[in-house]
Nanobody, 124 residues
Framework: QVQLVESGGGLVQTGGSLRLSCAAS????????MGWFRQAPGKEREFVAA????????YYADSVKGRFTISRDNANNTVFLQMNSMKPEDTAVYYCAAAPRGRNYRTDAAYDYWGQGTQVTVSS
């Protein structure tokens, strides 16, 4: 079992930045790929970014490419999402998730463990 706890959400103005963190409970954190998803009111949950267990490979949704950066610190069981040049359409609850190796990390079905989510609101 992997427990995930997100933090760092909040209210930011258009063009501003936020950094989300996700702390994992399990010592084998480094064996999991990690992803960030988001869900806006009335919309389906969507993929934002993912990072392989080593950190060497990253994936981004087209909507955030060039603005968001995913990274991880395996020594401290933490994954980050740096969000820059934020837009009102980035407003959503953001979730981190953990997936075993070898899956399609762009789909939420790949992930076995999920955090509780953190609210991000971008004002116009």
């Amino acid at each position: 079992q992997v427990q995930l706890v997100e933090s760092g959400g909040g209210l930011v103005q258009t063009g501003g930045s936020l950094r989300l963190s996700c702390a994992a409970s399990k010592r084998t954190f480094s064996s999991y790929a990690m992803g960030w998803f988001r869900q806006a009111p009335g919309k389906e949950r969507e993929f934002v970014a993912a990072i392989a267990w080593s950190g060497a490979i990253v994936y981004y949704a087209d909507s955030v490419k060039g603005r968001f950066t995913i990274s991880r610190d395996n020594a401290n069981n933490t994954v980050f999402l740096q969000m820059n040049s934020m837009k009102p359409e980035d407003t959503a609850v953001y979730y981190c998730a953990a997936a075993p190796r070898g899956r399609n990390y762009r789909t939420d079905a790949a992930y076995d463990y999920w955090g509780q989510g953190t609210q991000v609101t971008v004002s116009s």
